[in-house]
C-alpha cells in the first residue's frame, strides 16, 4: 500500500485525518514544539485503517509524523513528559474555532485515552499527516466498546 500524505485545511479535512489517526500509539517525549517556526510535531505508529483485512488477518501499523503549523501555544493534561516510556493511544483530533467573527484560528485538541490531552493554540487549521516508512504487521486491532 502507498504511503498516506494527508493534509486538513478545514474542518472536513480535519474529520478524515482524525480518522486515520485514531487509535495512534503516541510516545509524549517524541512531541516537539519549534516557537520560531510555530510548528508541533508529533511522531506517531497509526492503525491503517484503510488497509482491508482479510478474516482473521492481521492488521497494519506505519510510523507517521502529524505536523501542525501556526501553533502559538501548546498546553497538556494529563500527561507526564517526564515518563520516557509512557505510551498513549490517540483519539481523535478536534477544532475549536476563536470566538472572533473573522479570525480563522482556535484551538485544535488531540484526545488520547486515560483522559489526555494536547491542546495547541492555532492561527489557522493547517495540519500534515505523512507516513514515513514501510508498515509492519500487528495482531492487535484496535477495538471500542460501544
Request: glycine share 6%.
Amino acid at each position: 500500500m502507498d504511503a498516506l500524505k494527508l493534509a486538513a485545511l478545514d474542518i472536513d479535512d480535519l474529520v478524515i485525518l482524525s480518522a486515520h489517526t485514531q487509535d495512534a500509539l503516541v510516545k509524549p517525549v517524541e512531541a516537539s514544539y519549534d516557537r520560531r517556526t510555530r510548528t508541533f510535531l508529533l511522531p506517531l505508529r497509526r492503525y491503517a485503517w484503510e488497509k482491508k483485512r482479510r478474516f482473521l488477518g492481521r492488521g497494519e501499523r506505519r510510523l507517521s509524523a502529524l505536523s501542525v503549523s501556526g501553533v502559538t501555544a501548546v498546553r497538556s493534561t494529563g500527561i507526564d513528559r517526564s515518563a520516557e516510556e509512557a505510551v498513549l493511544n490517540l483519539l481523535a483530533l478536534r477544532f475549536t474555532p476563536s470566538d472572533a467573527q473573522d479570525d480563522p484560528g482556535g484551538a485544535i485538541e488531540l484526545t488520547f485515552s486515560g483522559d489526555a490531552t494536547i491542546a495547541l493554540e492555532v492561527e489557522c487549521l493547517e495540519l500534515r499527516l505523512a507516513d514515513l516508512g514501510a508498515a509492519w504487521q500487528t495482531e492487535n486491532r484496535p477495538a471500542h466498546e460501544l
